[in-house]
Nanobody, 113 residues
Framework: QVQLVESGGGLVQAGGSLRLSCAAS??????MGWSRQAPGKQRELVAT???????NYADSVKGRFTISRDNAKNTVYLQMKSLRPEDTAVYYC?????????WGQGTQVTVSS
């Protein structure tokens, strides 16, 4: 059974930083990443990282967010810096196998102005 357990969300002032973590279990994931969904908006894929370290970012977070993973721990991280009020959203961990996409339960990130 696949489980994705996220942690690290919270309330931060604009310009601040947060680090999200997602511990995965139940499978080996070629690709892991983070998505977010703000109220009234579509879900946005923020960043992905493959098992061999290839990384992609959404334009909205390039230069501010850093994704990393520890393959030995099956854990993916999202370091968020220079946070803006528009980064406020529920952040979801994603894990992809060849046939399935899995989602975590989500963690709230709120950036106050």
């Amino acid at each position: 059974q696949v489980q994705l357990v996220e942690s690290g969300g919270g309330l931060v002032q604009a310009g601040g930083s947060l680090r999200l973590s997602c511990a995965a279990s139940g499978s080996i994931f070629n690709l892991m990443g983070w998505s977010r969904q703000a109220p009234g908006k579509q879900r946005e894929l923020v960043a992905t990282i493959s098992s061999d370290g290839r990384i992609n970012y959404a334009d909205s977070v390039k230069g501010r967010f850093t994704i990393s993973r520890d393959n030995a721990k099956n854990t993916v991280y999202l370091q968020m810096k220079s946070l803006r009020p528009e980064d406020t959203a529920v952040y979801y961990c994603n894990a992809f196998t060849l046939v399935n996409n899995y989602w975590g339960q989500g963690t709230q990130v709120t950036v106050s102005s």
